[in-house]
């Protein structure tokens, strides 16, 4: 990933999650001719608009016609080009979820799609303007890879590896006022490769996105308590980095889940899937949308309700908490 990335935490305080995004495309964009950036009239808040300054030739609005936008993206990857669709997550993933899936991913397209305002991020704006079932429409269509980065960090190295990557790809992001979970670029990321960034025995949270540095919080208060627990930055919703989530079941057998998104369908159920498949029991909560819409507020409050900030995975490690196991090493038994 050779593209000049040196921002630091310097940066991220007065660059938010969707411009070091467009800067980074930009960058792509000298070096690679192929690409080319689509947008449905929300250039200026998706960010995209960076790539349209310096590359005006490879920059396509369509205005209010996602769903024809998505169309074009599967042509102009037929092509050759490297497409990056930049719009709304309640547009990209629900609009036009039809034509994702069979115009691009039906057809094994290599199109990109960077989704921002995602979960409740654009919380003033109203349900219409939330998308917290996102992750589960993008997970259940074929060959899609589907990344959710924890914060513009991560949003960097996310977007270069999707460039490289050949294929579909969702990457979700917020409205881009998201804090830094990082401080620079000096970490290793790699899609499906979860993160473990506290180590732990006692519990694990399993994260994405903004809840990551929400669960590190939490994780930390517990600390103070005697407590270890894991933190996982699951930045890569699929392919799940299965082997991630079986050592933690293995190490704690408490698992808490932690995303901005209904709980059906997304980084939950995911994890679910794979303690069910390896035939061992544990510990399993799901925080995020309880199969409800969010009201209007600040993504704060919003978080703050639905138990996804530091204080609602800190109320629930000590729930798991009171659950005991018996002494039992050997897991064969159980399988």
């Known amino acids: 990933m050779a593209i000049g990335l040196t921002w ?5 305080d007065h660059m938010t999650q969707g411009e070091i995004y467009g800067e980074v495309l930009t960058r792509l964009g000298s070096e690679n001719p192929k690409i080319v950036a689509l947008t449905a009239d929300l250039a200026g808040s998706t960010k995209i608009g960076a790539f349209q300054k310096k590359h005006a030739d490879r920059f396509f609005n369509f205005g209010i016609m996602e769903t024809n936008m998505m169309g074009w993206a599967s042509g102009l ?12 997550a309640a547009f990209a993933a629900l609009r036009c979820a039809e034509h994702v899936r069979t115009d691009i991913c039906y057809n094994k397209r290599n199109v990109k799609i960077i989704a921002t305002h995602s979960g409740t991020s654009f ?15 993008m997970r259940a269509i074929a060959g899609m890879t589907v990344i959710v980065p ?29 804090p830094p979970l990082w401080k620079n670029l000096d970490f290793d990321w790699e899609i499906g490769k979860a993160i473990q960034l506290r180590e732990g025995t006692d519990c694990t949270v399993i994260a994405c996105g903004p809840s990551v540095l929400e669960a590190c919080d939490a994780s930390d208060r517990a600390k103070a308590r005697g407590l270890a627990v894991r933190v996982l ?3 890569t919703i699929k392919p799940l980095d299965k082997d991630a989530v079986v050592r933690a079941l293995m190490d704690t057998r408490r698992i808490i889940t932690a995303e901005d998104h209904n709980v059906l369908g997304g980084l939950g159920s995911a994890v679910a899937e794979v303690i069910a498949e390896s035939g061992k ?15 209007h507020g600040s993504p704060e409050d919003l978080q703050h309700m639905h138990k996804i900030d530091a204080d609602g995975i800190e109320e629930t490690i000590a729930e798991v908490m009171k659950t005991d196991f018996e002494a039992d090493e050997d897991w064969e038994d159980e399988v």
């Open 8 to 12: 630091n935490i310097d940066d991220a």
């Open 77 to 88: 990857a037929e092509s050759g080009l490297i497409p990056v669709v930049s719009t709304f």
């Open 123 to 137: 919380g003033p704006a109203g349900t219409t303007h939330h998308c917290t079932e996102d992750l589960a429409v």
């Open 150 to 178: 924890a914060d513009a960090f991560e949003t960097a190295k996310a977007t270069a590896a999707v460039i490289a990557h050949d294929g579909p790809c969702y990457v979700r992001i917020g409205r881009s006022f998201e």
């Open 233 to 235: 930055d699951m930045h």
């Open 281 to 295: 029991g544990c510990v399993l909560r799901r925080l995020g949308m309880q199969d409800r819409f969010s009201p």
